[in-house]
């Protein structure tokens, strides 16, 4: 079992749409908890970050972490075409500056 | 002010051979951690390097070894290559001090053995 479960997807919505996207973890250990965005052909970028368990909101994006189930989620709202990458969960024990264990990654695509 | 950069951008290598990756972390950062990303799987932790020391790493075989020099930047080197190193190598560069939150990734040096 993968210490981190991610949907592969892809998964499609039109414009303007809400993703909901999501992973499971087995280490109940894990404090820190990311999303990455990856854009074809270039290096993930920090979306969003998030210390124990609880909600955060940046802009469009809201980050979910649910310690107890073992579940974090990434809302977009007003989805747009630009958001179309693959989003990349991921997670660490000390700080998100150390060893980082990140899901497969869901590509998403928002049809205009 | 640069960011995380990462050479070559594609290598092509044979089975058997040897290869090395740089790169340099973003200014002001003095930690640097590398990252292997095969296709449509989420990067895997290789190691991290800080203050010119190995100071985590991953379950990679010790064909997988690395440097830091003095100006912080970073090698990853990879002996007696297989079919399965081919993959995007992934630099990313953070502060190592407590509280230090951030890793910032570079564009990757896509790899591959023949």
């Known amino acids: 079992q993968k210490e981190v479960e991610q949907d592969p997807g892809p998964l499609s919505v039109p414009e303007g749409a809400i993703v909901s996207l999501n992973c499971t973890y087995s280490?109940?250990?894990?404090?820190?908890f990311m999303w990455y965005r990856q854009y074809s052909r270039k290096g993930p970028e920090l979306l969003m970050y998030?210390?124990?368990?609880g909600n955060k909101e940046d802009g469009r994006f809201t980050a979910q972490v649910d310690k107890s189930s073992k579940y974090i989620s990434l809302f977009i709202r007003d989805s747009q075409p630009s958001d179309s990458a693959t989003y990349l969960c991921?997670?660490?024990?000390?700080?998100?500056?150390?060893?980082?264990?990140f899901g497969s990654g869901t590509r998403l695509s928002i049809r205009p | 002010d640069a960011g995380v950069t990462q050479s070559p951008t594609h290598l092509i290598k044979t089975r058997g051979q040897q290869v090395t990756l740089r790169c340099s972390p973003k200014?002001?950062?003095?930690?640097v951690s590398w990252y292997q990303q095969a296709l449509g799987q989420g990067p895997q932790f290789i190691f991290q390097?800080?203050?010119?020391?190995?100071?985590q790493r991953g379950n990679f075989p010790d064909r997988f070894s690395g440097h830091q020099f003095p100006n912080y930047s970073s090698e990853l080197n990879v002996n007696a290559l297989l079919l399965g190193d081919s993959a995007l190598y992934l630099c990313?560069?953070?502060?190592?001090?407590?509280?230090?939150?951030?890793?910032?990734f570079g564009p990757g040096t896509r790899l591959t053995v023949t």
């Open positions: 280490n109940s250990a894990f404090q820190y």
């Open positions: 991921a997670m660490s024990l000390y700080s998100s500056a150390s060893k980082i264990i």
């Open positions: 390097y800080y203050e010119e020391e190995e100071r």
């Open positions: 990313a560069s953070s502060l190592g001090g407590i509280g230090s939150y951030e890793q910032y």
């Open positions: 998030t210390y124990s368990s």
């Open positions: 200014s002001g950062h003095d930690t």
